[in-house]
């Protein structure tokens, strides 16, 4: 029987890649799901688009303000335990844009969609608080729209953000891929870029499409994270 602890501790330098399973434990919404962000709204390949960015910042500015911010969501043990292992030997690259993983501690993160709490002017580039953003999205001082640093459907990822992700996965030795699908992509595609040697890991409540020599450990996150916690 598989053994992830055994795994971890075995491990030169791990990897995780990560996803909204994460941050559901902390009270935030998936997007996809029946009580996921976009439930009821519009479509989300629009909602969070660079398209409704430039066409109607005034709705798009309502659609994040009202729907992406959790002031009072914390880390929660998966977020805990990633920073103590990733501190020691590792990294972090998550699609979450929700900041958790910073306020836990992770001195190795990629964050490859961007984080909310990263707003600036798009006339200027200066940079306001989350609480100023959610009060009102245009800058006084020279009428710019102020926007959150993530990535929006229709634009490109930073090439220093991907090669980092790229360099995280080739550089471990276990992967560990963590509340996510796996299809959204690029991000799914950085799977591509592990060593032929490295070990391969999904842990998920369902089945997922991965490489034939992955191992996948099914359960709940909180549950298999907090014996690893335990064990601490």
């Known amino acids: 029987m598989f053994d992830l602890k055994h795994a971890i501790d075995q491990a030169k330098f791990v990897t995780f890649l990560t996803g909204a399973g994460v941050s559901t434990l902390s009270g935030i919404p998936d997007y996809r799901s029946k009580t996921g962000l976009y439930a009821g709204q519009m479509q989300p390949e629009y909602a969070l688009s660079h398209e409704h960015l430039v066409t109607d910042h005034e709705g798009f500015h309502r659609f994040v303000a009202d729907h992406m911010y959790y002031p009072d969501a914390k880390p929660n043990v998966v977020h805990r335990v990633m920073a103590r292992i990733t501190n020691q ?118 089945q997922i499409t991965l490489p034939a020599r992955a191992e996948l450990v099914l359960g709940e996150l909180d549950e298999i994270f907090g014996k690893l916690d335990a064990y601490a």
Do not use: M
Request: aromatic share 8%.
């Open 89 to 206: 030997k590792g990294a972090v690259v998550t699609q979450n844009v929700d900041g958790l993983d910073r306020l836990a501690g992770k001195e190795h993160l990629v964050e490859f969609h961007g984080n909310l709490g990263n707003i600036y002017c798009q006339t200027c580039g200066h940079i306001t608080s989350v609480a100023q953003y959610l009060q009102s999205d245009r800058h006084e001082e020279d009428g710019g729209i102020y926007r959150p640093g993530i990535v929006l459907y229709g634009e490109p990822i930073a090439e220093p953000v991907v090669e980092a992700a790229i360099d995280a996965v080739s550089r471990a030795d276990l992967v560990i891929v963590a509340g996510t699908s796996f299809q959204v992509y690029p991000f799914a595609g950085l799977i591509q870029y592990a060593d032929p040697s490295a070990q391969l890991v999904a842990i998920n409540r369902e």
